[in-house]
């Protein structure tokens, strides 16, 4: 008995053993990290890895302030909103920590993620407050327990697995039974008001109890945020729970192949807004990759392949953002556009990562970055149609390209989907051109017809939609032509009611037609719109809104309104190295008063903050709202309750300190306490532009730059003809910067001469940004044309610009941040003479000066025009009283050197004749009135 005893205690410890073994040899299966071991010293790849292997020892330094504590993980903590985010918020740590553990083994990073895991498991159960609401709660919580196995499973004890596993199996067994329910493979989604799991009308009615059910549409990002994670998390168990596994697997396909056929259109349109595809699709990529590593059959893809289309269709010309529609921002992608183009094999969506993506998500990099991906293909080398209709969507997009100058129009007017973002912006477009937002959405979290190209009647916009509760509308003509598109969109529906039957203006006729006109030699790009909006056959007053940039300075005429940028040069200021540097703008004021203080600021990349101070008074932090759109914004004096600063009348001085870098500064303006900005004057403030800022280093001055460097090694040379006023001695700085590390370079050094002296090697200091740095010496140099030339020596190394500076007026400031002081002699690159292989390469390229005129006529009686500052935009609104207003306008941009736009109309009976006009060109536009096909355009093509 004692032996059979002791028999049984040794098979227990074995099994005991066996068991922890098991726990502690499960690797990830989202990616293979001895392959991404392999290229970590890869040049594209180091730089990230570097700072992953940073940001992990600071998460497992207690006192950090990224520190990761697993004895805080039941605090939840909340966003701007107040929503809880249990899951979401320690995602990154847990990200860079994981993928340290994977990639050194420091069991160091191992133990104190299990730790994380564990406590977080048993912080956040089923059921838990934190968990209750939106089911996206749910699927954060069970995204960071599944990634969390998925990289920490091999360094937890038997228990520790466990412990995180039952957790982890009820939130799959609970996130199946809510999202699915009585659906299945055979379940049908041809009626939006049926493809809930709950009573439509508890969405109607806004009921709380609609959000504690894990609600699945098959176009809403909760399909991919929730069953995502189940999927990731069916293979990571699927040896602990082989049954239940199986049920996770098979509904997590079932709705993900759900999603990404009915929530992407057959023609690439995501249905909600841009960006709420990536917060689906980020949280699908890891289960994705887990079915190939497992030699799993994929998921079907549905429209998938093609989304990256409707991405490049959706930018604006020259920038990496998409356009702000269905209740978002401007947005990028991230580095699931990396993962998408491997896993669809797409070149187009490759270009797209390298070129707009945003480069944050550094270890998902390091780890995507490590398969394969095609090589990458261009919008145009991909054959994207330059005019589209995404027709599921109700979508219509125009270009003439992806240039900064190139000329974009959009309008959409489709159908809403249930329970997915909305506003009240049935029919509203955009539009840019020559480097410039002519007419723009106003983003995010603005839903009424007031923040949109539309118009009102009597005051009141289309039905109140909002998120759980939208209109409609109908694109009804769309025809592409290579010199010009038309598209007629009717927006009754939208006017008349919401989906739930919430009650609008109820027009009789609500059509909209628009005509986008692509540029040639001869003249610019335009878009003219007509409206036929009748309520009656009464009098009413017909208000057209038409939003645009905030960084314009509208002026109101009689023909409409004149679109003045205020600076052509698109410069700011702003400081690579937190707390260090200033701006002091120079501000004339009137009269001696209260003031209020404007920023033209924007936030890219969280960066949105600066150190303040007027007048050399109090410096205070301020922080403005983190959108990425330039725009004004208030500074507001903390020390008065109105917000505004007493000033002296004449000169008044503003400094900005740098807090965070990256924070970019364009403008800062001073208008009388309580006045509209919109409405600045000489008469009323005064403002000044970041050219004319005094900088102290590191703040540094960003306008269009030019920069040379030589393909080859020791080849190629960059002459610069200095005329010198005086002979004597002189220091010569060049400004530099390094090869870009992530293209193979990280390259620091020229060959540098002067006036045929021997060529002598200088190596420069290694910074990622231009920098003004001494060759050593003294030159000697004699009165007139100096020449000074850098020779190519390593492939890459970047050379802005030349400076000499008497040698007397050399001090500690030039030495070590030199700047353009007023006895430097400088040569910008652009004006060096070039040997080949050197070549030169210009970023940021200065905008030409342009304006646009914006012309409005009715048929009916102008009543009044108003200009103000409506969020982010400008906002000009013009009143009409009208019976039938028949509204014709049109935004003819022009260079300011170049004839200027102008437009005529005349009425015939039902048809509008319009005139548009350059110079010498003379194109013809007609319409129909009532006439769905009542569209000819007639251009003059010399």
Same mark, same amino acid.
């Given at each position: 008995?004692?032996?059979?005893?002791?028999?049984?205690?040794?098979?227990?410890?074995?099994?005991?053993?066996?068991?922890?073994?098991?726990?502690?040899?499960? #690797?990830?299966?989202?990616?293979?990290?001895?392959?991404?071991?392999? %290229?970590?010293?890869?040049?594209?790849?180091?730089?990230?890895?570097?700072?992953?292997?940073?940001?992990?020892?600071?998460?497992? %330094?207690?006192?950090?302030?990224?520190?990761?504590?697993?004895?805080?993980?039941?605090?939840?903590?909340?966003?701007?909103?107040?929503?809880?985010?249990? #899951?979401?918020?320690?995602?990154?740590?847990?990200?860079?920590?994981?993928?340290?553990?994977?990639?050194?083994?420091?069991?160091?990073?191992?133990?104190?993620?299990?730790?994380?895991?564990?406590?977080?498991?048993?912080?956040?159960?089923?059921?838990?407050?934190?968990?209750?609401?939106?089911?996206?709660?749910?699927? /954060?919580?069970?995204?960071?327990?599944?990634? =969390?196995?998925?990289?920490?499973?091999?360094?937890?004890?038997?228990?520790?697995?466990?412990?995180?596993?039952?957790?982890?199996?009820?939130?799959?067994?609970?996130?199946?039974?809510?999202?699915?329910?009585?659906?299945?493979?055979?379940?049908?989604?041809?009626?939006?008001?049926?493809?809930?799991?709950?009573?439509? /009308?508890?969405?109607?009615?806004?009921?709380?109890?609609?959000?504690?059910?894990?609600?699945?549409?098959?176009?809403?990002?909760?399909? =991919?945020?929730?069953?995502?994670?189940?999927?990731?998390?069916?293979?990571?168990?699927?040896?602990?729970?082989?049954?239940?596994?199986?049920?996770?697997?098979?509904?997590?396909?079932?709705?993900?192949?759900?999603?990404?056929?009915?929530?992407?259109?057959?023609?690439?349109?995501?249905?909600?807004?841009?960006?709420?595809?990536?917060?689906?699709?980020?949280?699908?990529?890891?289960?994705?990759?887990?079915? /190939?590593?497992?030699?799993?059959?994929?998921?079907?893809?549905?429209?998938?392949?093609?989304?990256?289309?409707?991405?490049?269709?959706?930018?604006?010309?020259?920038?990496?953002?998409?356009?702000?529609?269905?209740?978002?921002?401007?947005?990028?992608?991230?580095?699931?556009?990396?993962?998408?183009?491997?896993?669809?094999?797409?070149?187009?969506?490759?270009?797209?990562?390298?070129?707009?993506?945003?480069?944050?998500?550094?270890?998902?990099?390091?780890?995507?970055?490590?398969?394969?991906?095609?090589?990458?293909?261009?919008?145009?080398?991909?054959?994207?149609?330059?005019?589209?209709?995404?027709?599921?969507? #109700?979508?219509?997009?125009?270009?003439?390209?992806?240039?900064?100058?190139?000329?974009?129009?959009?309008?959409?007017?489709?159908?809403?989907?249930?329970?997915?973002?909305?506003?009240?912006?049935? *029919?509203?477009?955009?539009?840019?051109?020559?480097?410039?937002?002519?007419?723009?959405?106003?983003?995010?979290?603005?839903?009424?017809?007031?923040?949109?190209?539309?118009?009102?009647?009597?005051?009141?916009?289309?039905?109140?939609?909002?998120?759980?509760?939208?209109?409609?509308?109908?694109?009804?003509?769309?025809?592409?032509?290579?010199?010009?598109?038309?598209?007629?969109?009717?927006?009754?529906?939208?006017?008349?009611?919401?989906?739930?039957?919430?009650?609008?203006?109820?027009?009789?006729?609500?059509?909209?037609?628009?005509?986008?006109?692509?540029?040639?030699?001869?003249?610019?790009?335009?878009?003219?719109?007509?409206?036929?909006?009748?309520?009656?056959?009464?009098?009413?007053?017909?208000?057209?809104?038409?939003?645009?940039? *905030?960084?314009?300075?509208?002026?109101?005429?009689?023909?409409?309104?004149?679109?003045?940028?205020?600076?052509?040069?698109?410069?700011?200021?702003? %400081?690579?190295?937190?707390?260090?540097?200033?701006?002091?703008?120079?501000?004339?004021?009137?009269?001696?008063?209260?003031?209020?203080?404007?920023?033209?600021?924007?936030?890219?990349?969280?960066?949105?903050?600066?150190?303040?101070?007027?007048?050399?008074?109090?410096?205070?932090?301020?922080?403005?709202?983190?959108?990425?759109?330039?725009?004004?914004?208030?500074?507001?004096?903390?020390?008065? %309750?109105?917000?505004?600063?007493?000033?002296?009348?004449?000169?008044?001085?503003?400094?900005?300190?740098?807090?965070?870098?990256?924070?970019?500064?364009?403008?800062?303006?001073?208008?009388?306490?309580?006045?509209?900005?919109?409405?600045?004057?000489?008469?009323?403030?005064?403002?000044?532009?970041?050219?004319?800022?005094?900088?102290?280093?590191?703040?540094?001055?960003?306008?269009?730059?030019?920069?040379?460097?030589?393909?080859?090694?020791?080849?190629?040379?960059?002459?610069?003809?200095?005329?010198?006023?005086?002979?004597?001695?002189?220091?010569?700085?060049?400004?530099?910067?390094?090869?870009?590390?992530?293209?193979?370079?990280?390259?620091?050094?020229?060959?540098?001469?002067?006036?045929?002296?021997?060529?002598?090697?200088?190596?420069?200091?290694?910074?990622?940004?231009?920098?003004?740095?001494?060759?050593?010496?003294?030159?000697?140099?004699?009165? *007139?044309?100096?020449?000074?030339?850098?020779?190519?020596?390593?492939?890459?190394?970047?050379?802005?610009?030349?400076?000499?500076?008497?040698?007397?007026?050399?001090?500690?400031?030039?030495?070590?941040?030199?700047?353009?002081?007023? #006895?430097?002699?400088?040569?910008?690159?652009?004006?060096?003479?070039?040997?080949?292989?050197?070549?030169?390469?210009?970023?940021?390229?200065?905008?030409?000066?342009?304006?646009?005129?914006?012309?409005?006529?009715?048929?009916?009686?102008?009543?009044?025009?108003?200009?103000?500052?409506?969020?982010?935009?400008?906002?000009?609104?013009?009143?009409?009283?009208?019976?039938?207003?028949?509204?014709?306008?049109?935004?003819?941009?022009?260079?300011?050197? *170049?004839?200027?736009?102008?437009?005529?109309?005349?009425?015939?009976?039902?048809?509008?004749?319009?005139?548009?006009?350059?110079?010498?060109?003379? /194109?013809?536009?007609?319409?129909?009135?009532?006439?769905?096909?009542?569209?000819?355009?007639?251009?003059?093509?010399?």
């Amino acid at each position: 008995m004692k032996s059979l005893l002791s028999l049984l205690s040794a098979c227990l410890v074995f099994l005991a053993v066996a068991g922890e073994l098991h726990a502690q040899t499960q #690797g990830p299966l989202f990616f293979n990290p001895g392959h991404v071991r392999e %290229t970590l010293t890869k040049p594209e790849v180091k730089p990230y890895w570097d700072q992953v292997l940073q940001t992990a020892e600071r998460i497992n %330094t207690p006192g950090d302030s990224l520190y990761l504590d697993p004895e805080k993980m039941g605090v939840v903590p909340l966003d701007h909103k107040g929503f809880q985010l249990a #899951g979401r918020a320690n995602l990154p740590q847990l990200w860079n920590l994981g993928l340290a553990w994977q990639m050194t083994r420091d069991r160091r990073f191992g133990e104190q993620g299990a730790e994380v895991i564990v406590a977080f498991a048993k912080a956040f159960p089923y059921g838990t407050p934190a968990s209750q609401g939106l089911s996206g709660k749910r699927g /954060d919580i069970i995204f960071f327990l599944a990634l =969390g196995l998925e990289f920490f499973g091999d360094s937890m004890t038997s228990e520790q697995f466990e412990t995180v596993a039952q957790t982890t199996a009820e939130y799959c067994d609970e996130m199946v039974a809510e999202a699915v329910g009585d659906k299945g493979p055979d379940y049908s989604f041809s009626d939006p008001n049926l493809n809930l799991h709950i009573n439509p /009308d508890l969405v109607f009615r806004n009921s709380p109890a609609w959000r504690n059910v894990a609600l699945f549409v098959p176009w809403h990002n909760f399909s =991919g945020v929730t069953m995502g994670p189940v999927g990731l998390a069916s293979l990571t168990l699927r040896e602990r729970f082989p049954e239940r596994s199986q049920n996770w697997q098979k509904q997590a396909r079932w709705v993900l192949e759900q999603w990404l056929s009915n929530g992407i259109g057959p023609d690439g349109a995501y249905k909600e807004a841009q960006a709420y595809f990536f917060y689906g699709f980020d949280r699908s990529v890891p289960f994705l990759r887990a079915i /190939d590593t497992l030699g799993l059959e994929q998921i079907d893809f549905g429209n998938l392949p093609e989304f990256p289309t409707f991405w490049a269709d959706m930018l604006v010309p020259g920038e990496p953002y998409v356009e702000d529609r269905n209740d978002d921002n401007f947005g990028r992608s991230d580095v699931n556009m990396l993962a998408l183009s491997s896993i669809i094999d797409s070149p187009l969506a490759k270009w797209l990562y390298e070129n707009t993506s945003e480069k944050n998500n550094l270890p998902q990099i390091v780890i995507y970055g490590a398969d394969y991906s095609p090589e990458p293909q261009s919008p145009q080398e991909a054959g994207v149609p330059e005019s589209i209709l995404f027709s599921d969507r #109700g979508l219509t997009v125009s270009r003439s390209g992806w240039d900064i100058l190139d000329s974009m129009f959009s309008l959409e007017a489709g159908p809403y989907f249930h329970v997915t973002h909305s506003q009240s912006d049935k *029919g509203h477009y955009n539009f840019y051109s020559l480097g410039r937002r002519w007419a723009v959405d106003s983003s995010y979290g603005r839903q009424t017809t007031v923040d949109h190209n539309l118009i009102l009647i009597d005051g009141q916009g289309q039905a109140p939609g909002h998120n759980t509760d939208g209109t409609s509308a109908r694109i009804v003509r769309f025809e592409a032509r290579p010199e010009y598109t038309w598209v007629v969109a009717d927006m009754l529906d939208a006017y008349t009611q919401t989906l739930s039957g919430q009650p609008g203006p109820s027009p009789e006729v609500a059509l909209r037609y628009g005509v986008y006109v692509r540029e040639n030699k001869d003249r610019p790009a335009y878009v003219v719109m007509f409206d036929q909006i009748r309520q009656d056959n009464d009098q009413h007053k017909y208000t057209y809104l038409l939003h645009t940039d *905030g960084r314009f300075q509208p002026e109101v005429t009689d023909f409409g309104a004149l679109l003045n940028p205020r600076d052509p040069s698109n410069a700011y200021v702003m %400081t690579k190295r937190g707390m260090a540097g200033s701006a002091t703008a120079d501000i004339h004021v009137p009269e001696a008063g209260d003031y209020d203080l404007y920023a033209m600021c924007v936030c890219l990349d969280g960066a949105n903050s600066f150190k303040m101070s007027v007048n050399g008074g109090k410096v205070f932090d301020w922080h403005f709202r983190a959108m990425p759109v330039v725009r004004w914004e208030q500074v507001k004096n903390p020390d008065s %309750t109105t917000g505004s600063f007493s000033l002296d009348a004449g000169s008044n001085a503003v400094k900005v300190g740098g807090r965070e870098p990256g924070t970019r500064l364009y403008a800062l303006a001073l208008i009388k306490a309580g006045e509209d900005i919109a409405q600045l004057s000489p008469a009323n403030g005064g403002q000044s532009f970041a050219p004319s800022f005094r900088l102290v280093p590191p703040m540094e001055l960003y306008a269009p730059t030019t920069r040379v460097a030589t393909s080859v090694k020791s080849a190629g040379k960059a002459t610069a003809s200095v005329e010198v006023p005086q002979a004597g001695d002189y220091a010569l700085f060049l400004k530099v910067k390094i090869g870009d590390p992530l293209r193979g370079g990280d390259t620091n050094s020229f060959v540098v001469s002067v006036n045929g002296s021997p060529a002598t090697d200088w190596n420069f200091a290694g910074r990622a940004f231009p920098t003004w740095q001494r060759v050593p010496g003294v030159f000697s140099l004699n009165e *007139g044309t100096n020449n000074i030339q850098i020779g190519g020596r390593e492939p890459g190394s970047e050379l802005y610009a030349t400076a000499l500076l008497p040698v007397a007026e050399v001090d500690a400031a030039s030495e070590n941040g030199f700047g353009a002081g007023a #006895g430097a002699l400088i040569v910008d690159a652009a004006a060096m003479t070039l040997e080949a292989p050197m070549t030169a390469t210009t970023q940021g390229a200065m905008l030409p000066e342009v304006n646009a005129r914006f012309f409005i006529e009715a048929d009916g009686q102008r009543a009044d025009t108003q200009l103000s500052r409506h969020y982010e935009n400008m906002m000009l609104s013009f009143d009409f009283w009208a019976k039938d207003p028949r509204f014709v306008t049109g935004i003819l941009p022009s260079l300011k050197d *170049g004839p200027q736009g102008t437009m005529s109309v005349t009425t015939e009976g039902d048809r509008k004749r319009v005139e548009i006009t350059y110079g010498a060109v003379k /194109d013809v536009i007609t319409w129909r009135v009532g006439d769905l096909d009542g569209i000819e355009v007639a251009l003059d093509n010399k």
